[in-house]
T-cell receptor
Framework: GNSVTQMEGPVTLSEEAFLTINCTYT??????LFWYVQYPGEGLQLLLK?????DKGSNKGFEATYRKETTSFHLEKGSVQVSDSAVYFC????????????FGSGTQLTVLP | GAVVSQHPSRVICKSGTSVKIECRSL??????MFWYRQFPKKSLMLMAT?????????EQGVEKDKFLINHASLTLSTLTVTSAHPEDSSFYIC?????????????????FGPGTRLTVL
């Protein structure tokens, strides 16, 4: 079956530090890959996505590249801000599974001023 | 952008009572919606797929008689937790995919509701 493995948190960084949150996946077929963000007290919001190998998703300074050879979709940001503090979820959608999402366990990021 | 709402955002009930949670797609139609449950510091667990005009599809281990799902229209799905018990206390989240027409299940974007915090006393 499908699965998503994320690096365990929590992750605490100082403002302007470089961020990497690792994500690897197992899936049949050719999944689409997503990063969702959940700010405190809010619902999940799509941060970025990639639908095929070597695609790079980017948004708000975050980016992730779909690496089929390593089955990875690591999230990166060059300079984090306090407002980036949230829980980040890596997820995949298998084309054969009626668009259900399989989520990783989430990574809590705290950015200190 | 597309918006999904949930109501109520927070509910506290006594053990043995039933609670209904609504999920609405506000500016698009959704023939399919998904219900998730999120445990503290854990990921989202898919409970069921809600299908407009037909029965919901439940994930293994989810009691269909306890978690009743009704997809009454193209913009509304409801989850009713029947005879709730303290172990049902959780954060329930719905989502609806904004479907992109095409020959493949191209990467539809899932829009999530803000969630409903259920506390059963």
């Amino acid at each position: 079956g499908n699965s998503v493995t994320q690096m365990e948190g929590p992750v605490t960084l100082s403002e302007e530090a470089f961020l990497t949150i690792n994500c690897t996946y197992t899936a049949t077929g050719y999944p689409s890959l997503f990063w969702y963000v959940q700010y405190p007290g809010e619902g999940l919001q799509l941060l970025l996505k990639a639908t095929k190998a070597d695609d790079k998703g980017s948004n708000k300074g975050f980016e992730a590249t779909y690496r089929k050879e390593t089955t990875s979709f690591h999230l990166e940001k060059g300079s984090v801000q306090v407002s980036d503090s949230a829980v980040y979820f890596c997820a995949l959608s298998d084309h054969g599974s009626a668009r259900q999402l399989t989520f990783g366990s989430g990574t809590q990021l705290t950015v200190l001023p | 952008g597309a918006v999904v709402s949930q109501h109520p955002s927070r509910v506290i009930c006594k053990s043995g009572t039933s609670v209904k949670i609504e999920c609405r797609s506000l500016d698009f139609q959704a023939t399919t919606m998904f219900w998730y449950r999120q445990f503290p510091k854990k990921s989202l667990m898919l409970m069921a797929t809600s299908n407009e005009g037909s029965k919901a599809t439940y994930e293994q281990g989810v009691e269909k008689d306890k978690f009743l799902i009704n997809h009454a229209s193209l913009t509304l799905s409801t989850l009713t937790v029947t005879s709730a018990h303290p172990e049902d206390s959780s954060f329930y989240i719905c989502s609806a995919p904004l479907q992109i027409p095409g020959p493949f299940w191209e990467a539809d974007t899932q829009y999530f509701g803000p969630g409903t915090r259920l506390t059963v006393l």
